[in-house]
């Protein structure tokens, strides 16, 4: 299983936090040997080390729903969503394209597609976190945490 790591604070720069969620995230260095990933924002900190299994080559986290957008959510996620076939399916027929064939990114477009309830559609051995910080200019902290 991987590993996951979070921290949010609203009164300081995440940002500047780098060295510090890093060693967090390499506390779990033992759960996800695989590879290693940081993500930062002026208020969340999520960090991911990775057992790779399904789709070793594509499945790098933590995942932006858009890398180009940095208001898009991101995931980090640890365990096994069992129907994550069906569910990259039915997604399919929403209209989301996928650029991997694991199963945190269904999770990903899950969320986007229908929000926190995505949880409820879910079969598997799994936690999570999303940080949505919503559209820019949004209120603030009006961001949510999944």
């Known amino acids: 299983m991987c590993g996951i790591a979070g921290w949010i604070d609203y009164a300081r720069d995440m940002k500047s936090e780098r060295s510090t969620i890093g060693a967090m995230t390499r506390t779990l260095f033992t759960r996800g040997p695989d590879a290693s990933g940081l993500w930062l924002d002026a208020d969340a900190a999520l960090g991911h080390q990775r057992l790779s299994i399904i789709d070793p080559e ?3 986290q933590p995942m932006q729903a858009d890398e180009q957008d940095p208001a898009s959510p991101v995931v980090v996620f640890n365990g096994e969503i069992y129907n994550f076939r069906e569910l ?5 027929l929403c209209g989301h394209r996928f650029q ?9 477009h899950a969320y986007l ?13 799994f936690a999570y976190a999303i940080w949505d910080p919503g559209p ?4 603030s902290p ?3 945490w999944v």
């Not at 990259?88 to 399919?92: A, G, K, P, S």
């Not at 991997?100 to 990903?108: G, I, K, W």
């Not at 820019?136 to 209120?139: E, H, L, N, V, Y």
Request: hydrophobic share 25%; proline share 3%.
């Open 100 to 108: 991997t064939r694991c199963d945190t990114e269904v999770l990903l």
């Open 113 to 125: 597609e229908w929000g926190p309830q995505s949880a409820q559609r879910l079969n598997g051995i």
């Open 88 to 92: 990259r399916e039915e997604l399919v």
């Open 136 to 139: 820019a200019g949004s209120c």
């Open 58 to 60: 594509h499945g790098s």
């Open 142 to 144: 009006g961001t949510r």
